[in-house]
């Protein structure tokens, strides 16, 4: 159904009144890294000093438009000139619907996390209530320039409202100009959830014969696939897994489908685009992908999969990404600009040798030739020698894959993630 007014809903209410709140609020439950985040962040633990809630923001097609254009503007790229148009007076207008109703429910002591550019609008409505406004940036590139700048004369009454700022890497907001504390914040994973959590091999047999990869599906739900001839059970693969964004360069995965070995597949996997209504390109993108493949040799058309999973059932979708990266011998993510990849993370946590571009969070995720191997986004092939290294030698494979899996124990697990929001930047008595 396509939305035409703006509104708030609670996703994930509180369950009482009994400690205070912290509220995240984004724009989709699904599809994303934040959506993937809250999903493990919004549930407490029994001695959790807070009740954690979850609120959506819904608002219209068109304000999607200007916020994706945001989100390019985040990484360098976008057109400046929208800040100006008449599409900003959408985004404005859509926190001045009335949500005071919802709103009302918030007291002091609590405090409201607002998640990237799409929320960040919302300051101004909660300052009435005396709530602590965070504003959590996971997005953004170490570059500066006009479209930075223009983002952040945009912003500048926004985040005037908020107390504290969380950014995956500092450099994302060099130039924002604020003086309020920035505390750097690594996204994390939980190795328990359907997404991360051990599976046997036998149901990472089921998932996979359950998507058709393996030849046609009795009861096909749940997913799109385009593929010429069966995955064979004993083939490489090499897998991609994101949304159909630009930025996380499928097509140029692709064109290095012909310099994979012989035998080796290829899987691009990401979510049903008619799914996410928060990223409007997504259909364009897929359908480029699409397009791409299509003008593939016969030879190299039948080694690349290509699947559009649905995300309604979240819990299938999660369980469906884990058997893909478990199956997969190399997983890469050849993004042009990336705030943190978490898909890396997610395959690094399960002892897989990751080929990932060195921009954003990625460089911070992976020490080159230690725990995967980084490449420079521009260069295919670089990025194409990598993947054949790996897939020629099982023996880097396992000893990339090993440090990989060991690293994001130390680093990048959930307890890590809540301990750094409590101290720095939930609200308590004594504030940061
Ligand atoms: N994801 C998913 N199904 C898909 C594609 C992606 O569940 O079809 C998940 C993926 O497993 C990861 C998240 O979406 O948890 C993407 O997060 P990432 O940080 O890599 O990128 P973002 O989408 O936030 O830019």
Redesign the pocket.
């Known amino acids: 159904m396509t939305q035409t007014t703006a509104g708030l809903r609670w996703h994930r209410k509180p369950a009482s009144r009994d400690k205070p709140w912290v509220v995240h609020v984004n724009t989709t439950a699904t ?4 959506a ?1 985040l809250l999903e493990v962040l919004t549930v407490d633990e029994r001695d959790s000093p807070y009740e954690s809630g979850w609120l959506l923001l819904e608002a219209p097609a068109e304000f999607f438009h200007f916020t994706k254009n945001l989100h390019h503007l985040f990484h360098g790229g976008g057109k400046p000139s929208l800040l100006q148009s008449e599409s900003a007076a959408i985004y404005r207008g859509v926190f001045l619907a009335p949500f005071s109703d919802l709103l009302s429910s918030l007291q002091p002591g609590d405090t409201v996390v607002l998640h990237d550019a799409q929320t960040l609008g919302l300051a101004s409505a909660l300052t009435p209530f005396g709530v602590r406004i965070v504003w959590h940036c ?1 997005v953004g590139s170490a570059e500066d320039g006009p479209a930075k700048a223009a983002l952040w004369s945009f912003f500048a009454p926004d985040l005037a409202k908020v107390d504290a700022i969380a950014v995956t890497r500092r450099e994302y907001l060099s130039g924002a100009g604020v003086d309020i504390k920035i505390r750097e914040v690594s ?1 994390a994973i939980d190795p328990r959830s359907p ?1 991360n959590r051990p599976l046997p091999k036998s149901t990472q047999k089921e998932l996979l014969d359950g998507l058709g990869l393996h030849g046609p599906c009795r009861r096909p739900v749940g997913y799109r696939l385009w593929q010429e001839e069966p995955l064979p059970q004993d083939a490489s693969v090499v897998l991609q ?3 159909w ?1 630009p930025l996380k360069d499928m097509i140029g995965v692709l064109g290095c489908a012909h310099a994979l070995p012989a035998e080796t597949h290829l899987i691009l ?3 049903d685009p008619d799914e996410i209504s928060d990223d409007p390109e997504g259909g364009e993108q897929l359908q480029l992908v699409l397009d791409a493949r299509s003008g593939l040799e016969p030879h190299l058309k039948r080694r690349v999969h290509v699947l559009a ?1 649905s ?1 309604q059932d979240s819990t299938l ?2 369980l469906r ?1 884990n058997a893909l990266q478990r199956r997969a011998d190399v997983v890469v ?1 050849k993004s042009i600009q ?7 993370t ?1 395959a690094m946590h399960k002892g897989k040798p990751v080929v990932a571009t060195r921009v954003g969070g990625m460089i911070d995720q992976i020490q080159d030739g230690q725990n995967g191997i980084l490449i420079d986004p521009a260069n295919a092939e670089e990025f194409s020698s990598a993947v054949r290294r790996l897939i020629d030698d099982p023996g880097i494979r396992a000893g990339l894959g090993q440090a990989a899996a060991r690293s994001v124990s130390e680093q990048y697990l959930m307890p890590r993630l809540v301990e750094d929001y409590r101290r720095h930047l939930i609200a308590r008595k004594k504030t940061i």
Request: charged fraction near 20%; proline fraction near 7%; hydrophobic fraction near 30%.
């Open positions: 599809g994303g890294g934040v993937e996971h996204p997404k897994v994101s949304r964004d996997c990401g979510p999973l995300l979708n999660a990404v993510q990336e705030g943190f990849g978490l898909t890396a997610e």
